[in-house]
């Protein structure tokens, strides 16, 4: 008897990142599966054929359904679907030019709400220590603590979640409104939150930007950064999110 076919959505869009390097990477490792089929998207606007799918994958910036997209979102999690939302899938980003920084407006409660978290600020890109938070859970068991040279994310938490991964950091984030992090206390860096029947699993790495990402705020950004991308964990965390999603355990 031929095991079943699962049906995947991928949709990777946004801003001020490298969407083509993301696509390919994570289609690669989708591939990696003959069973999963996956049908590639830029947003959540062709919703039928996202809640037609077995799994959802999202690595996006600034890219949030409507609200009534987003409910429609959130019961097909909770019917007992598994969505893997990884980088800025948790990101609103609008310029403010009279504070003349970046601000997060909660304009998409209920988006935010079922992902579990809303990307405030971060630091300047610098390695920091990902610490395990729950070794014991199948997602991470094995995974020592490692180096990240990612965006760090501050995120504002819509709980309860399962922290799977964490790290450290305190300070301030000049570029940001959300400016003021000097409280010192752990930043999740990859949880679980239940939703109904179903869960999403959030991971905040995987930064990438290529040389024209950054337009039009410059013509040509002055180095390639990959991120997380360059860090084997990684790969590891995003074979089993995939896995995990996919319920290829179970099928």
Request: proline letters at 7%.
């Amino acid at each position: 008897m031929l095991a079943p076919r699962v049906n995947a959505c991928l949709v990777v869009g946004g801003r001020y990142h490298d969407m083509d390097f993301a696509r390919l990477e994570l289609l690669k490792l989708l591939g990696e599966h003959p069973r999963i089929r996956t049908r590639v998207g830029g947003d959540y606007r062709d919703i039928d054929a996202l809640l037609a799918a077995d799994v959802l994958v999202t690595y996006t910036v600034d890219v949030v359904p409507d609200e009534s997209t987003a409910a429609r979102l959130r019961d097909w999690v909770a019917s007992g679907h598994r969505w893997l939302a990884l980088h800025g899938t948790n990101s609103i980003l609008k310029w403010s030019r009279a504070r003349k920084a970046w601000e997060a407006p909660r304009e998409a409660p209920l988006f935010m709400d079922t992902v579990g978290s809303q990307f405030l600020a971060h630091p300047p890109i610098a390695p920091y220590r990902v610490e395990v938070t729950r070794p014991e859970h199948p997602l991470v068991a094995g995974i020592e603590p490692f180096d990240a040279d990612d965006e760090l994310y501050l995120s504002e938490l819509h709980g309860p979640l399962e922290v799977l991964l964490h790290t450290r950091w305190s300070g301030e984030t000049p570029l940001f409104v959300d400016r003021d992090w000097t409280r010192d206390e752990p930043r999740p860096v990859m949880y679980l939150k239940r939703i109904g029947a179903g869960e999403v699993l959030y991971l905040t790495l995987g930064h990438a930007r290529g040389r024209y990402d950054m337009q039009p705020l410059m013509a040509e950004y002055p180095e390639i950064e990959r991120g997380s991308w360059k860090t084997p964990a990684f790969h590891e965390l995003l074979r089993r999110g995939l896995a995990w999603a996919a319920r290829l355990e179970e099928r």
